[in-house]
């Protein structure tokens, strides 16, 4: 079917309908040799799979195909290919400059490293989507074995990750630094609906954290931001410290427990009296209450 349309197009029978839609697709009228058309096919096939047309030279799946699309840059540099063959090439986003464009999603990912202390873009991250693509590519690449040595070198040097456990976690970790510099805190709510997977995430840290399962480096790490492991903890303390307040405004601690002023701290001081009633409150947490005067 394909070579009836070159050869009406040659006779001038086919309609100039058929031939502008053939030409929107890239369709190639004439064939320079004989292979260019089969490696097209072989790149368009690698495009579909890999989302890029970058293949590396000696790529073992297919090695011609490599050295094809190197030499069909640089034939673009001596303008030896057709018009129809670089709007092929170009339909499928082939880039004719690969170390150019690989350079400089280089020092897009270093100013995010500069920025935020590592190399794991999140998915989420809307400020460059191109970087966290050419990220996961990075991966993909690498364990499938097509990365040139010195970029895997020049990454590495940066402290980029491979391993996607540990890729998850750091990824993880960066959402949750960026909700620290939109909070002021890293007390994500449960179930939260903005970031569902941070909010389970932060709860397996603190299971993990409470197993005994969990490695020193990811708890000095989270220390180092504030990271809270038992947020009832947290919550209580912060309602301990406005008790105090409370007190030095009014000089008593017997908060109403509709106070208008703070819902939650009336709450809080009526659950108290009520679970040292019944000796559900730690002596800790019964002692400090004490010492302040709480009734």
Aim: with cysteine; charged share 30%.
């Amino acid at each position: 079917w394909v070579n009836n349309q070159r050869r009406n197009k040659k006779k001038g029978i086919l309609s100039p309908e058929r031939i502008c839609r053939l030409d929107e697709i890239g369709f190639l009228w004439h064939i320079v040799d004989s292979g260019w058309e089969d490696n097209y096919s072989e790149l368009s096939k690698y495009y579909k799979i890999y989302g890029h047309t970058d293949v590396p030279i000696k790529w073992h799946e297919n090695p011609q195909l490599g050295r094809w699309v190197s030499h069909q840059r640089s034939k673009k540099r001596k303008a030896r290919l057709t018009e129809i063959q670089i709007r092929c090439l170009e339909s499928v986003k082939f880039n004719w400059n690969p170390k150019d464009k690989w350079d400089e999603m280089y020092v897009s990912l270093l100013e995010f490293k500069n920025s935020y202390g590592n190399c794991n873009v999140p998915r989420s991250w809307q400020i460059a989507p191109e970087l966290c693509n050419w990220v996961n590519r990075q991966r993909r690449q690498y364990k499938t074995g097509q990365m040139d040595a010195e970029q895997i070198k020049k990454l590495e040097e940066i402290g980029f990750l491979w391993n996607i456990r540990q890729n998850i976690w750091e990824e993880r970790f960066s959402e949750l630094l960026l909700y620290k510099t939109n909070t002021g805190h890293c007390d994500v709510p449960d179930k939260w609906g903005e970031n569902p997977k941070l909010s389970h995430w932060v709860g397996v840290q603190r299971r993990n954290y409470s197993k005994g399962k969990m490695n020193h480096e990811w708890i000095t790490r989270l220390n180092e931001i504030g990271f809270v492991w038992e947020p009832h903890d947290a919550s209580w303390t912060e309602r301990f410290s406005e008790l105090i307040k409370f007190k030095e405004l009014n000089g008593h601690c017997r908060v109403p427990q509709g106070f208008a002023e703070n819902l939650k701290l009336g709450r809080w001081a009526a659950r108290q009296r009520k679970s040292i009633r019944r000796k559900q409150l730690s002596n800790e947490r019964a002692q400090l209450l004490a010492e302040i005067g709480f009734e």
